[in-house]
Nanobody, 122 residues
Framework: QVQLVESGGGLVQAGGSLRLSCAAS????????ISWFRQAPGKEREFVTI????????SYADSVKGRFTISRDNAKNTVYLQMNSLKPEDTAVYYC???????????????WGKGTLVTVSS
């Protein structure tokens, strides 16, 4: 069992930056690939990024490529999402998720956090 807790969300102006954290407990995070998804109001949840168990491989949605960076510190049992050059369309609840498979598909996730809200004002 893995418990995931997101933090770091908030209100930021367009062009600004935020760093989200996903802290894991209950089991070491190094046994899981970790993803970030987001869900904007009235829209379906969408994949943002994923990092492999030891951090050697990452993938990004085209919409965030070049602006967002995922990283992990297995010693701290934490994964980070650095978000730069934020746009109003990045406004969403951001969720981290853990999986045994390296996949961008939400149904492949084994555990989810409860999310943190990011609001980008224009």
């Amino acid at each position: 069992q893995v418990q995931l807790v997101e933090s770091g969300g908030g209100l930021v102006q367009a062009g600004g930056s935020l760093r989200l954290s996903c802290a894991a407990s209950g089991r070491t995070i190094s046994t899981s690939h970790i993803s970030w998804f987001r869900q904007a109001p009235g829209k379906e949840r969408e994949f943002v990024t994923i990092i492999s168990k030891i951090g050697g491989t990452t993938s990004y949605a085209d919409s965030v490529k070049g602006r967002f960076t995922i990283s992990r510190d297995n010693a701290k049992n934490t994964v980070y999402l650095q978000m730069n050059s934020l746009k109003p369309e990045d406004t969403a609840v951001y969720y981290c998720a853990a999986s045994r498979v390296y996949s961008p598909i939400g149904t492949d996730m084994d555990y989810w956090g409860k999310g943190t809200l990011v609001t980008v004002s224009s």
